[in-house]
Protein backbone atom coordinates (compact mmCIF):
# COMPACT_ATOMS: atom_id res chain seq x y z
CA UNK A 1 0.00 0.00 0.00
CA UNK A 2 1.73 3.20 -1.45
CA UNK A 3 2.12 5.75 1.57
CA UNK A 4 1.10 9.33 2.10
CA UNK A 5 3.04 11.50 -1.04
CA UNK A 6 4.40 15.43 -0.31
CA UNK A 7 6.11 17.19 -2.90
CA UNK A 8 8.21 19.17 -3.17
CA UNK A 9 10.51 17.88 -0.83
CA UNK A 10 12.58 20.86 -0.21
CA UNK A 11 11.65 24.16 -1.29
CA UNK A 12 13.91 27.88 -0.30
CA UNK A 13 12.02 30.93 -1.18
CA UNK A 14 12.76 34.74 -0.37
CA UNK A 15 10.33 36.23 1.87
CA UNK A 16 7.38 38.13 0.92
CA UNK A 17 7.26 35.32 -2.14
CA UNK A 18 4.15 32.71 -2.42
CA UNK A 19 5.32 28.84 -1.90
CA UNK A 20 2.56 26.04 -2.71
CA UNK A 21 2.42 22.27 -1.24
CA UNK A 22 1.58 18.78 -2.56
CA UNK A 23 -0.44 16.08 -0.69
CA UNK A 24 -1.84 12.83 -2.00
CA UNK A 25 -2.95 11.11 0.92
CA UNK A 26 -3.55 7.23 1.48
CA UNK A 27 -6.02 5.77 -0.89
CA UNK A 28 -9.33 5.41 1.02
CA UNK A 29 -8.53 7.79 3.53
CA UNK A 30 -10.95 10.02 4.45
CA UNK A 31 -9.36 12.69 6.91
CA UNK A 32 -6.60 14.57 5.45
CA UNK A 33 -4.14 16.85 8.22
CA UNK A 34 -1.93 19.57 7.64
CA UNK A 35 1.17 20.07 10.40
CA UNK A 36 3.59 22.99 10.84
CA UNK A 37 7.17 21.91 12.71
CA UNK A 38 9.07 24.23 13.42
CA UNK A 39 12.81 22.96 14.27
CA UNK A 40 13.19 21.39 17.38
CA UNK A 41 9.05 21.07 18.46
CA UNK A 42 6.84 18.63 17.46
CA UNK A 43 4.05 19.16 14.78
CA UNK A 44 1.29 21.64 15.53
CA UNK A 45 -2.34 21.39 13.32
CA UNK A 46 -2.54 23.79 10.74
CA UNK A 47 -5.97 22.41 9.15
CA UNK A 48 -8.06 19.38 9.25
CA UNK A 49 -10.12 18.27 5.96
CA UNK A 50 -12.30 15.55 6.12
CA UNK A 51 -13.24 14.57 2.12
CA UNK A 52 -13.64 18.16 1.02
CA UNK A 53 -14.44 19.35 4.11
CA UNK A 54 -12.76 21.41 6.90
CA UNK A 55 -12.88 20.34 10.10
CA UNK A 56 -10.67 22.47 12.09
CA UNK A 57 -8.77 25.41 10.72
CA UNK A 58 -8.59 27.47 14.01
CA UNK A 59 -4.63 27.33 13.85
CA UNK A 60 -4.18 28.63 10.08
CA UNK A 61 -2.86 31.83 9.67
CA UNK A 62 -5.68 32.73 7.55
CA UNK A 63 -4.60 35.92 6.09
CA UNK A 64 -1.13 34.28 4.58
CA UNK A 65 -2.05 31.19 4.48
CA UNK A 66 -4.89 28.77 2.59
CA UNK A 67 -5.61 25.06 1.74
CA UNK A 68 -7.87 23.45 -0.26
CA UNK A 69 -8.97 19.57 -1.12
CA UNK A 70 -11.21 20.14 -4.19
CA UNK A 71 -12.22 16.46 -4.69
CA UNK A 72 -11.89 14.94 -1.46
CA UNK A 73 -8.43 13.50 -2.67
CA UNK A 74 -5.46 14.88 -2.71
CA UNK A 75 -4.76 18.69 -1.09
CA UNK A 76 -2.65 21.86 -1.65
CA UNK A 77 -1.33 24.78 0.84
CA UNK A 78 -0.14 27.93 0.02
CA UNK A 79 1.35 30.65 1.85
CA UNK A 80 1.30 34.08 0.58
CA UNK A 81 3.49 36.36 0.99
CA UNK A 82 5.67 33.75 3.15
CA UNK A 83 7.56 35.31 6.44
CA UNK A 84 10.72 34.48 7.75
CA UNK A 85 8.90 32.50 10.82
CA UNK A 86 7.23 30.07 8.22
CA UNK A 87 10.62 28.41 8.15
CA UNK A 88 9.34 24.88 8.97
CA UNK A 89 8.59 21.42 7.96
CA UNK A 90 4.88 20.89 6.60
CA UNK A 91 3.40 17.43 7.35
CA UNK A 92 0.58 15.64 5.84
CA UNK A 93 -1.02 12.68 7.68
CA UNK A 94 -3.79 10.74 6.55
CA UNK A 95 -6.68 8.99 8.16
CA UNK A 96 -9.44 6.24 7.91
CA UNK A 97 -12.95 8.03 8.83
CA UNK A 98 -13.49 5.21 11.48
CA UNK A 99 -15.58 7.18 14.65
CA UNK A 100 -12.06 8.72 15.61
CA UNK A 101 -10.29 5.51 16.59
CA UNK A 102 -7.60 5.77 13.87
CA UNK A 103 -3.81 6.08 13.38
CA UNK A 104 -2.48 8.92 11.16
CA UNK A 105 -0.19 8.14 8.70
CA UNK A 106 2.36 10.47 7.58
CA UNK A 107 4.18 11.82 4.28
CA UNK A 108 7.56 12.57 4.03
CA UNK A 109 7.38 16.53 4.69
CA UNK A 110 8.24 19.47 2.82
CA UNK A 111 11.46 20.85 4.29
CA UNK A 112 10.48 25.18 3.70
CA UNK A 113 13.15 27.70 3.90
CA UNK A 114 12.23 31.41 3.75
CA UNK A 115 15.20 33.71 3.23
CA UNK B 1 -6.58 21.52 25.62
CA UNK B 2 -4.70 19.13 26.47
CA UNK B 3 -0.53 19.01 26.54
CA UNK B 4 2.06 16.74 26.48
CA UNK B 5 4.85 17.20 27.92
CA UNK B 6 8.98 15.25 26.86
CA UNK B 7 10.85 16.51 29.91
CA UNK B 8 13.86 14.45 27.91
CA UNK B 9 15.35 16.39 25.26
CA UNK B 10 18.00 14.23 24.51
CA UNK B 11 19.21 10.76 25.70
CA UNK B 12 21.63 8.23 24.96
CA UNK B 13 21.97 3.93 24.83
CA UNK B 14 24.37 1.42 24.02
CA UNK B 15 23.52 -0.51 21.73
CA UNK B 16 21.58 -3.90 23.30
CA UNK B 17 20.60 -1.69 26.11
CA UNK B 18 17.69 -0.85 27.45
CA UNK B 19 16.27 2.69 27.58
CA UNK B 20 13.61 4.01 28.65
CA UNK B 21 11.46 7.76 27.19
CA UNK B 22 9.30 9.80 29.52
CA UNK B 23 6.08 11.29 28.64
CA UNK B 24 3.26 13.43 30.73
CA UNK B 25 0.15 15.02 29.49
CA UNK B 26 -2.64 16.75 30.96
CA UNK B 27 -6.61 16.34 29.72
CA UNK B 28 -9.49 16.19 31.18
CA UNK B 29 -11.52 13.73 28.55
CA UNK B 30 -11.32 10.47 30.14
CA UNK B 31 -11.55 8.64 26.74
CA UNK B 32 -8.52 8.97 24.27
CA UNK B 33 -5.27 7.75 22.40
CA UNK B 34 -1.46 7.68 23.30
CA UNK B 35 1.21 7.36 20.85
CA UNK B 36 4.79 7.23 20.30
CA UNK B 37 6.21 8.21 16.87
CA UNK B 38 9.72 7.71 15.58
CA UNK B 39 11.00 10.32 13.28
CA UNK B 40 14.37 9.75 11.81
CA UNK B 41 16.53 12.33 10.08
CA UNK B 42 15.23 11.43 7.06
CA UNK B 43 11.95 13.37 8.63
CA UNK B 44 9.09 10.71 7.90
CA UNK B 45 7.41 10.09 10.72
CA UNK B 46 6.64 6.20 11.84
CA UNK B 47 4.32 5.11 14.15
CA UNK B 48 5.87 3.20 16.91
CA UNK B 49 3.25 2.52 19.46
CA UNK B 50 -0.77 3.35 20.44
CA UNK B 51 -2.62 2.72 23.13
CA UNK B 52 -6.36 2.88 24.36
CA UNK B 53 -7.11 4.55 27.38
CA UNK B 54 -9.65 2.16 28.25
CA UNK B 55 -7.79 -0.46 28.46
CA UNK B 56 -5.25 -1.63 31.23
CA UNK B 57 -2.57 -3.51 29.67
CA UNK B 58 0.11 -2.09 28.39
CA UNK B 59 0.63 -2.11 25.15
CA UNK B 60 3.74 -3.77 23.30
CA UNK B 61 5.22 -4.26 20.08
CA UNK B 62 7.84 -6.25 19.46
CA UNK B 63 11.22 -4.51 21.12
CA UNK B 64 9.18 -1.45 22.28
CA UNK B 65 6.58 -1.56 25.09
CA UNK B 66 4.73 1.01 26.95
CA UNK B 67 4.04 1.97 30.98
CA UNK B 68 0.56 3.74 31.15
CA UNK B 69 -0.23 5.04 34.26
CA UNK B 70 -3.89 6.57 33.98
CA UNK B 71 -3.98 8.56 36.83
CA UNK B 72 -0.64 9.74 37.06
CA UNK B 73 -1.31 10.77 33.22
CA UNK B 74 2.27 9.09 32.46
CA UNK B 75 3.09 7.20 29.18
CA UNK B 76 6.54 6.51 28.90
CA UNK B 77 8.17 4.08 26.10
CA UNK B 78 10.30 1.50 26.81
CA UNK B 79 12.88 0.13 23.96
CA UNK B 80 15.05 -2.74 24.67
CA UNK B 81 17.98 -4.18 22.78
CA UNK B 82 18.08 -0.62 21.01
CA UNK B 83 19.79 -1.02 17.92
CA UNK B 84 21.54 1.77 15.99
CA UNK B 85 18.09 2.25 13.36
CA UNK B 86 16.44 3.46 16.98
CA UNK B 87 18.59 6.57 16.53
CA UNK B 88 15.62 9.74 15.89
CA UNK B 89 13.20 11.94 17.66
CA UNK B 90 10.52 10.37 19.39
CA UNK B 91 7.35 12.10 20.12
CA UNK B 92 4.79 11.34 22.29
CA UNK B 93 1.08 12.53 21.33
CA UNK B 94 -2.25 12.31 22.54
CA UNK B 95 -5.63 12.05 20.72
CA UNK B 96 -9.14 12.50 22.14
CA UNK B 97 -11.43 9.70 20.90
CA UNK B 98 -13.88 10.36 18.36
CA UNK B 99 -14.12 12.43 15.05
CA UNK B 100 -11.18 11.96 13.87
CA UNK B 101 -9.07 14.66 16.00
CA UNK B 102 -5.86 16.05 15.72
CA UNK B 103 -3.01 14.96 17.53
CA UNK B 104 -0.98 16.87 20.31
CA UNK B 105 2.06 16.22 20.10
CA UNK B 106 4.89 17.00 22.93
CA UNK B 107 8.53 18.47 21.91
CA UNK B 108 9.97 15.36 21.16
CA UNK B 109 13.41 12.99 22.81
CA UNK B 110 16.60 13.47 20.62
CA UNK B 111 17.61 9.20 21.38
CA UNK B 112 20.91 8.19 20.14
CA UNK B 113 22.25 4.42 20.09
CA UNK B 114 26.07 4.40 20.67
CA UNK B 115 27.86 1.82 18.92
Known amino acids: EAGVAQSPRYKIIEKRQSVAFWCNPI?????LYWYQQILGQGPKLLIQ????????DSQLPKDRFSAERLKGVDSTLKIQPAKLEDSAVYLCASSLDLAGTDTQYFGPGTRLTVL | AQTVTQSQPEMSVQEAETVTLSCTYDTSENNYYLFWYKQPPSRQMILVIR??????QNATENRFSVNFQKAAKSFSLKISDSQLGDTAMYFCAFMKRGGNTPLVFGKGTRLSVIA
Open chain 2, 51 to 56: QEAYKQ
Open chain 1, 49 to 56: FQNNGVVD
Open chain 1, 27 to 31: SGHAT
